[in-house]
Nanobody, 114 residues
Framework: VQLQACGGGLVQPGGSLRLSCAPS????????RGWYRQAPGKQREPVAV???????NYADSVKGRFTISRDSAKNTVYLQMNSLKPDDTGVYYC?????????WGQGTLVTVSS
């Protein structure tokens, strides 16, 4: 099973983007769905995590601006990013965690620049 992420691009500060991610097949016993990012020269960090049956967790830097959601019918997880800042620049990775292993998308580049 592979995760297929898309939606990145170049956007001006203050703009919005929506990332989406869907698995190519069925994943059994999902515990978490989430988005992580890796800024240039930095380690990968969690941005938003949506536990199955639990409360969503957001990085402090994105609270109030980013929203993670899922569409069960389409088996897709989204990250709506509003009021984007240059510090949001990085490669965004979707993640699905099951009881057995982690699945990672290939990464989609988000560049916030004027």
């Amino acid at each position: 099973v592979q995760l297929q992420a898309c939606g990145g691009g170049l956007v001006q500060p203050g703009g919005s983007l929506r990332l989406s991610c869907a698995p190519s097949g069925f994943i059994f016993s999902i515990t978490n769905r989430g988005w992580y990012r890796q800024a240039p020269g930095k380690q990968r960090e969690p941005v938003a995590v949506l536990p199955t049956g639990g409360d969503t967790n957001y990085a402090d830097s994105v609270k109030g601006r980013f929203t993670i959601s899922r569409d069960s019918a389409k088996n897709t997880v989204y990250l709506q990013m509003n009021s984007l800042k240059p510090d949001d620049t990085g490669v965004y990775y979707c993640n699905i965690r099951s009881s057995y292993r982690d699945y990672w998308g290939q990464g989609t580049l988000v560049t916030v620049s004027s």
